[in-house]
């Protein structure tokens, strides 16, 4: 979930987390995400629009015509640029004979992508070339969809973007994809930074808590960082008089953040974060379905 503040600035929480098993499909468990993301919308009564980002790695054809006819939500994936795109079937006439399926394939060069446009994207400033087209792609049965040639920095290799929603401008969907970004920095930020690849534990049940209690820590720490400085040159100026200054104003060091934050957390209760899992759960996750993380649904294993 990425949260904009303000013009610039955004933070991205993870909603679900799951714990695959060896070997386990990952298009089939990313149906299931999304299976669960739409009975939270309709539990809920939300209305609010979903549009699934990926990369060309999942750009299958079950997970893209379920996500868009089963569960309603649009998709904007990156896909190989050497698939078989076509264009529009011509308007036919009364005539005998099957209807056909599409046009001419479309297999654009370099030379091709005409538009450019300088675009405030991946946290600098990018000048893209693209190429946008209604058509049909083969490997999604010839479903229709608006497919953009783009490359970035008059690079010599050119990348193809298709989404679901033909309505779409091709600078709109560059910008929309470019939000996947965020993601992949919070996931940086959960493996490195927070050390999640370096959890060790003796059984599946204290991973799981731990691995549990982390997560909910980078998502207070995150949405704590929405109003940190105010909450901090509050607490200096009420209880920490003596480090205001009469011309420089409050200066914030690491021992006022420190103390701040102790104050602010000083009444929550730890337990609350950690699961209730099932003692007898298998070391490997070989009979567990569901192993993972919820911040928007609860689970029976889940506390």
Known sequence: MIIRIGESR???LPLYIYLVKPKQNLISTTVVILAKIKRVIDKKGLNIEIEILTD??????????????????????????????????PIRRKRRGRPKKKGKRIKPELNDLKKERTLNI??????????????????????TVKAVWVRFDESQSMRLIISSDIKLSGE??????????????MF???????RFKDIMMHNSQSYYQFLSFKIWCFIVIKLSSIEFKITIMDYIRDYLPWRVHHEKGIT??????????????????IS??????????????????FLGFSLIEGHEMTG
């Open 252 to 269: 914030v060091t690491a021992g006022s953040t420190q103390l701040a934050l102790r104050r602010v957390f000083a009444t929550l209760h």
């Open 172 to 185: 709109e969907i560059i910008k929309r994809y470019a939000k996947r970004w965020d993601i992949e920095s």
């Open 56 to 89: 060309s790695w999942f750009a299958r054809e079950r997970l893209i015509l379920r996500a868009i006819h089963k569960y309603g939500f649009s998709v904007i994936t990156m896909a190989r640029k050497d698939l078989a795109i076509y264009k529009l079937p």
């Open 272 to 289: 609350m974060f950690f699961p209730k899992v099932d003692k007898n759960i298998d070391g490997d996750f070989e009979n567990n379905d």
């Open 188 to 194: 940086n930020e959960l493996k490195n930074r927070f």
């Open 10 to 12: 955004t933070i991205t």
């Open 122 to 143: 991946y946290n600098r400033i990018v000048k893209v070339q693209y190429k946008e087209a209604i058509c049909k792609a083969r490997f999604l049965k010839y479903e």
